[in-house]
């Protein structure tokens, strides 16, 4: 008799409560990372903004090697001579009459981010 109270001590695996407790440390654990991840997302946007607007003013600083009054578009950064590769997710923008070198100043803004970056005619971003 006493041998089949002891048969009960050779089972394995997890008893409910034990399981019950791992899934509500995950969930815990979960509902701290998420918004943490969505941070982290949102710096990715803005960093990739922000190399956008570099690439260009490398670009148009390249452009301007010959001449500093001639205007820089987008497009003409993008030209292989110049090497500005645009990411498809940035918006990237020159003002009308902000082109030379003297007065430079072009916007950038991620399509998944509210935040739009504007660089001058020294590469300041800001």
């Given at each position: 008799?006493?041998?089949?109270?002891?048969r009960?001590?050779?089972?394995?695996?997890?008893?409910?409560?034990?399981?019950?407790?791992?899934?509500?440390?995950?969930?815990?654990?979960?509902?701290?990372?998420?918004?943490?991840?969505?941070h982290?997302?949102?710096?990715?946007?803005?960093r990739?903004s922000?190399?956008?607007?570099?690439?260009?003013?490398?670009?148009?600083?390249?452009?301007?090697?010959?001449?500093?009054?001639?205007?820089c578009?987008?497009?003409?950064?993008k030209?292989a001579?110049?090497?500005?590769?645009?990411?498809s997710?940035?918006?990237m923008?020159?003002?009308?009459?902000?082109?030379?070198?003297?007065?430079?100043?072009?916007?950038?803004?991620?399509?998944?981010?509210?935040?739009?970056?504007?660089?001058?005619?020294?590469?300041?971003i800001?």
């Open positions: 008799m006493l041998w089949k109270l002891d009960k001590k050779n089972v394995v695996g997890f008893s409910f409560l034990e399981l019950l407790i791992i899934f509500v440390i995950i969930g815990i654990v979960a509902a701290i990372a998420t918004p943490q991840l969505e982290y997302k949102q710096l990715r946007y803005d990739e922000k190399e956008n607007l570099e690439k260009l003013y490398q670009a148009c600083d390249k452009f301007w090697a010959d001449d500093i009054t001639t205007q578009s987008i497009d003409i950064a030209e001579a110049n090497g500005y590769i645009q990411s997710d940035v918006v923008l020159i003002p009308p009459g902000k082109e030379t070198k003297t007065d430079f100043q072009a916007t950038a803004k991620h399509s998944s981010s509210n935040k739009t970056y504007t660089i001058d005619e020294k590469g300041n800001r």
